[in-house]
């Protein structure tokens, strides 16, 4: 087996050993074969063909369920803010980084005051989203997000979207495609299903013996 170092001896011993085989061992070990394996080591490195890209003048694609700076999402059909203000997320939020003020409005109706996130103790791991039941936060692909200051907070005016994408958002915290699929009926559903089979085929008699 072919062996790319050169082990040396115990200290002890080689203190034992004459001086001129010392000398030897050290040029040996200088001039040897070992800094030549090194350089070819280096060299094959540098030419080998680039894994990098040139960031930022380059950006790799990023996947769709990447977890970034959060975003605020707005109905599609009314441009209304999707939030009801339920306070789910600020529960589940692990970092306690989240923070909402909400107050009756005018129409009695429970209004978002303002939504906070405090990006210098997110951990990014997308409870929040999970836990959303109207999909109003989910999480973006905007992670250039380095700051000089220990609190780096986003408020409600920078999360919440200008306006409603006409693309379902398909990113971290959306329903999956095929969500309907994997969804588990509850023995109520069964028995509703049971229910509108039976009156149905009623129906249908009742429809046959007229006839």
Known sequence: MKRDYYVLPPRLNRQEEPFVSRVMISLKT????DLFSGLKKALGAFFAPKVTIPYPLEVIPLSSR????????RLLESDNERCIGCGLCEKICTSNCIRIITDRGEDG??????YSINFGRCIYCGLCA???????????NMFENASVQRAHVGFKS??????ASLIE????GSISPNADERMIKTPLSY???DSQKAAEHTQAKEENENV
């Open 30 to 33: 200088t001039f040897g074969l």
């Open 169 to 172: 958002f398909s990113g971290y």
């Open 191 to 193: 028995t509703l299903q």
């Open 109 to 114: 109706r429970k209004k978002i005051l303002d």
């Open 130 to 140: 999970e836990v959303c039941p109207e999909l109003a936060i989910v999480h973006g």
């Open 66 to 73: 990447y977890r970034a700076i959060h975003k605020l999402q």
């Open 158 to 163: 920078t999360l919440l979207q200008p306006k």
